[in-house]
């Protein structure tokens, strides 16, 4: 564990600003709402905060290789930073969707200037303890980050302030650690048509997992703010959000070592369709079932929907020859941030058409979808062989971490 003390500086820093992260997830739609915003529309904005945080991922390599990684993720977190202030300086949806877009870009740049140093931090033999401690850490600081803001009005200036006290707090780590900086390495992706020839599964996984995830996540909290468990607002959707992530956080360790024993479609197919049911719970019965029952649906929902991107990409890892994994991840990353520029605007679509019944029909329609067609996968092709298989690892969708800090992505030259 001595390598993992080593980074603590930099976990610390992805924690503190999964919080900042948490906290503006549920600000802004709320926000948005109080302005009078229409849901389609901020499912709009939160498109462009994905589209921002695309675009970020796209030029970290060559920002990194102009500024290096303290200097980039310094001018990142004080421009985000000035960003959450600006919000509560001009209340405007047009004005915040631009400011989100910037975010976005601030937040891929902070990630990938931790994570690329992670990467090339962290030996081979301790990247998978390290990484199941980046990872859960950075849930559980999603999960914490909305509870600062509990009880205030979404248009409340303290709460863009909370999120820019923490976004200006993940400096701190970052300046004062001991750590040399990283060279910074050329990672392209893979062709996506070559990509979906390799595991077509993975690749419409993943891009099910941007629309459905992000899509849901996005108007998650305008739903949740009417229940009156903890006092209604800005606390039941803190609530609603927390057991979101609580649910991934319980499920992703199970699952994943269940997909390393059993073909991964199918418990991909298992988690999908158990999500899509608790969706369909909450489109069909709503509060009639009772706001703690609704929660623990949620859960449930949050058990499989939080949880199956880290499988497909597993998948796909176990198709890809060993120097081609980081290619394959690039490539992966970008697919579920084209499926999170598209969800949260369909998902705004289905809402304001629906209400709360159309958000999660759609996202139970989806994963219900996704569940028969991995089923359809499993026997259209057979799994790799189990001495091909490679042992499923924790992940989230951020610029680097699924490709530098990932435990089977060993550097290695390309077999003769």
């Not at 900086?181 to 996984?205: H, K, N, S």
């Not at 969800?343 to 709360?356: E, H, N, Q, Y």
Request: one cysteine or more; hydrophobic letters at 55%.
């Amino acid at each position: 564990m001595s390598e993992t003390r080593s980074v603590f500086t930099l976990i610390l820093a992805v924690m503190i600003l999964q919080i900042a992260g948490g906290l503006m997830s549920m600000l802004t739609p709320l926000g948005l709402e109080a302005l009078g915003t229409a849901p389609q529309y901020i499912g709009a904005i939160a498109g462009l905060y994905a589209a921002g945080f695309m675009l970020g991922a796209w030029t970290s390599p060559a920002a990194l290789a102009s500024f290096g990684n303290i200097r980039l993720f310094a001018a990142a977190a004080a421009v985000t930073s000035a960003g959450s202030i600006a919000l509560s300086l001009w209340y405007e949806p047009g004005f915040w969707a631009i400011v989100r877009i910037v975010q976005g870009v601030g937040f891929a740049y902070m990630f990938t200037s931790v994570e690329s140093w992670l990467g090339q931090t962290v030996p081979e033999k301790s990247r998978g303890n390290v990484m199941g401690i980046y990872h859960t850490g950075a849930k559980l600081s999603l999960m914490i980050g909305p509870f600062f803001v509990a009880g205030l009005s979404p248009l409340d200036s303290r709460a863009y302030s909370w999120a820019a006290l923490f976004l200006t707090l993940a400096l701190v780590p970052v300046c004062l650690t001991r750590q040399v900086q990283p060279e910074t390495r050329d990672r392209t992706a893979m062709p996506l048509g070559r990509l979906y020839r390799l595991a077509p599964a993975a690749v419409i996984g993943v891009a099910l997992a941007g629309v459905v995830n992000t899509g849901t996540l996005a108007l998650l909290p305008i739903y949740f703010e009417g229940f009156a468990i903890g006092g209604g607002g800005t606390a039941a959707a803190a609530i609603a959000l927390a057991a979101v992530w609580f649910g991934g956080l319980v499920v992703q360790w199970p699952a994943g070592r269940l997909s390393d024993r059993i073909e991964r479609r199918l418990v991909i197919a298992l988690l999908c369709g158990i999500s899509g049911l608790a969706a369909m719970v909450i489109a069909i019965f709503g509060r009639s079932f009772g706001e703690p029952g609704v929660m623990m649906v949620l859960v449930v929902w949050g058990g499989g929907a939080m949880t199956f991107y880290g499988l497909c990409v597993a998948h796909a890892i176990d198709r890809t020859p060993k120097h081609k994994i980081p290619q394959v991840m690039s490539s992966l990353l970008f697919i579920w941030a084209g499926g999170s520029i598209m969800g949260p605007l369909l998902s705004g679509v289905a809402m304001r058409t629906a209400g709360a019944t159309g958000l999660f029909g759609w996202s139970g329609l989806l994963l219900i979808l996704l569940a028969f067609v991995m089923v359809w996968r499993v026997s259209a092709r057979a799994a790799p062989e189990e001495h091909e298989q490679e042992d499923w690892s924790p992940i989230l969708p951020t610029p680097l971490a699924s490709v530098e800090l990932d435990p089977r992505n060993a550097e290695r030259e390309p077999e003769a």
